[in-house]
C-alpha cells in the first residue's frame, strides 16, 4: 500500500496489479532498436514493486545496469471488463507519475534468450510513484510535458501527445484480457531518453500539472 496526496487528503492505494505499455513512444522504441507495436502491448509488475515518493531506490546485487523511464500513470477507480474503449474515462480515477526501473542487463539477457522480463522489471522499489494523484475530472492527460532529471540535469523531456495509443485504447485493450479493479495502475509508457543510474544518484521525475516525485538511488 502506498499513499498519495488527492483532493486535499490522503489516497491508500492497494492495486491487484500494476500493467505496464511498452513501446508507446516512437523515440524510445528507436533508441532500443525495438520495433513499434501493432496494438498496445504490455507486461506486469508486482505492486511490492511501489516505492513511496521520497524512497530509496535499491540496485539489487547481481543488476549491473537500471535504468530510469519516467511515464504517465493511470489509477483505475471503477473496475471491468470488456470496456469499450468510448467508455474506459469512467473507469480512471486520477493520474499520476511513476518511474519504470529497469535492469537493462536482465532484460536483454531475458530478450535474447526468449525468456521473461518479470526478474528485469520487478524487484522491489522498481516502481516508485509520484506524491499526488490528480482527479481524471481535474485533468486532461494529452499534451504534457513529461520529464526525468538526474542530478539537476534533464535525461528526458517529450510530451503525452507523442503516445501513439490513446490512455482510452489502453484501458480497453487490457480489459479485453483481464479484468481491471479498483486501485489498479496502468503505466503508459516511457519518452526518449532512458539511461543508467547509479549509487548516489538524485532523481525527479514530472508531468505537468501533477506534483514531482523525487527518489535517491543506492547500492546497497
Same mark, same amino acid.
Given at each position: 500500500?502506498?499513499?498519495?496526496?488527492?483532493?486535499?487528503?490522503?489516497?491508500?492505494?492497494?492495486?491487484?496489479?500494476?500493467?505496464?505499455?511498452?513501446?508507446?513512444?516512437?523515440?524510445? /522504441?528507436?533508441?532500443?532498436?525495438?520495433?513499434?507495436?501493432?496494438?498496445?502491448?504490455?507486461?506486469?509488475?508486482?505492486?511490492?514493486?511501489?516505492?513511496?515518493?521520497? +524512497?530509496? #531506490?535499491?540496485?539489487?546485487?547481481?543488476?549491473?545496469?537500471?535504468?530510469?523511464?519516467?511515464?504517465?500513470? #493511470?489509477?483505475? +477507480?471503477?473496475?471491468?471488463?470488456? $470496456?469499450?474503449?468510448?467508455?474506459?474515462?469512467?473507469?480512471?480515477?486520477?493520474?499520476?507519475?511513476?518511474?519504470?526501473? *529497469?535492469?537493462? @542487463?536482465?532484460?536483454?539477457?531475458?530478450?535474447?534468450?526468449?525468456?521473461?522480463? /518479470?526478474?528485469?522489471?520487478?524487484? @522491489?522499489?522498481?516502481?516508485? $510513484?509520484?506524491?499526488? &494523484?490528480?482527479?481524471?475530472?481535474? %485533468?486532461?492527460?494529452?499534451?504534457?510535458?513529461?520529464?526525468?532529471?538526474?542530478?539537476?540535469?534533464?535525461?528526458?523531456?517529450?510530451?503525452?501527445?507523442?503516445?501513439?495509443?490513446?490512455?482510452?485504447?489502453?484501458?480497453?485493450?487490457?480489459?479485453?484480457? %483481464?479484468?481491471?479493479?479498483? @486501485?489498479?495502475?496502468?503505466? *503508459?509508457? *516511457?519518452? &526518449?531518453?532512458?539511461?543508467?543510474? #547509479? @549509487?548516489?544518484? #538524485?532523481?525527479?521525475?514530472? $508531468?505537468?500539472? $501533477?506534483?514531482?516525485?523525487?527518489?535517491?538511488?543506492?547500492?546497497?
Amino acid at each position: 500500500m502506498v499513499k498519495l496526496m488527492f483532493e486535499g487528503s490522503d489516497l491508500e492505494l492497494s492495486p491487484s496489479k500494476i500493467v505496464c505499455l511498452l513501446r508507446t513512444y516512437a523515440a524510445h /522504441a528507436g533508441e532500443l532498436s525495438n520495433d513499434l507495436p501493432d496494438r498496445p502491448r504490455f507486461f506486469l509488475k508486482p505492486p511490492s514493486a511501489l516505492l513511496k515518493n521520497g +524512497g530509496i #531506490v535499491r540496485i539489487p546485487e547481481g543488476v549491473a545496469t537500471l535504468h530510469h523511464e519516467v511515464e504517465l500513470a #493511470v489509477v483505475i +477507480g471503477k473496475g471491468g471488463r470488456y $470496456i469499450r474503449e468510448e467508455d474506459s474515462h469512467h473507469h480512471i480515477k486520477a493520474y499520476t507519475v511513476m518511474l519504470d526501473l *529497469t535492469s537493462r @542487463d536482465i532484460q536483454n539477457e531475458a530478450r535474447e534468450k526468449g525468456l521473461p522480463w /518479470a526478474e528485469a522489471k520487478g524487484y @522491489d522499489t522498481f516502481a516508485p $510513484i509520484g506524491p499526488e &494523484a490528480v482527479p481524471s475530472g481535474a %485533468m486532461d492527460p494529452g499534451g504534457r510535458r513529461i520529464w526525468l532529471k538526474v542530478n539537476g540535469e534533464i535525461r528526458q523531456e517529450g510530451n503525452t501527445d507523442q503516445l501513439l495509443f490513446p490512455v482510452d485504447m489502453m484501458i480497453s485493450e487490457i480489459s479485453r484480457v %483481464m479484468t481491471l479493479e479498483p @486501485d489498479d495502475i496502468i503505466m *503508459t509508457g *516511457t519518452p &526518449a531518453g532512458v539511461g543508467p543510474l #547509479v @549509487d548516489g544518484d #538524485v532523481v525527479e521525475a514530472g $508531468i505537468d500539472g $501533477i506534483a514531482p516525485l523525487k527518489i535517491t538511488v543506492r547500492s546497497k
